[in-house]
């Protein structure tokens, strides 16, 4: 099965080039998020967003850490026309959410091993 590639717009999906909202961080989540699953490559373009905050990107990205290894979001999801500044504040949300999801991961092992049982979520 060949993988298609989705371009999809920051601004479109959310209707406001000010992306500082975690509703909105969530919208661009639902969006892409079933797409990757999926084993196709989106390609998001920050065209024409004006101003971005890690509350945004959070939900957005970061959350995708938690479903998915960072091989396959990297293979998935493609982050294009950013700007510098974007770049900075997309490896920053990017790092932290490896961090959380690494963590995550060491707790959950933590209570196996404590418990004796396997911790269903």
């Not at 989705?6 to 959310?14: K, P, R």
């Not at 661009?28 to 490559?41: L, M, Q, S, T």
């Not at 510098?84 to 959950?108: C, D, G, T």
């Amino acid at each position: 099965m060949s993988k298609e590639t989705f371009e999809m717009s920051i601004v479109g999906i959310i209707n406001n080039p000010i992306c500082t909202s975690v509703a909105d961080g969530e919208k661009v989540y639902d969006r892409i998020c079933p797409i990757i699953e999926d084993g196709n490559i989106v390609k998001l373009s920050f065209a024409g967003v004006r101003y971005i905050i890690s509350a945004f990107l959070n939900p957005a990205f970061g959350k995708l850490y938690l479903r998915f290894d960072q091989d396959y979001i990297r293979e998935h999801l493609k982050a294009v026309n950013t700007t510098p500044e974007q770049r900075s504040i997309i490896k920053e949300v990017v790092e932290n959410a490896k961090f959380y999801a690494a963590s995550k991961e060491e707790a959950k092992e933590a209570r196996i091993d404590a418990s004796g049982f396997k911790d269903e979520e």
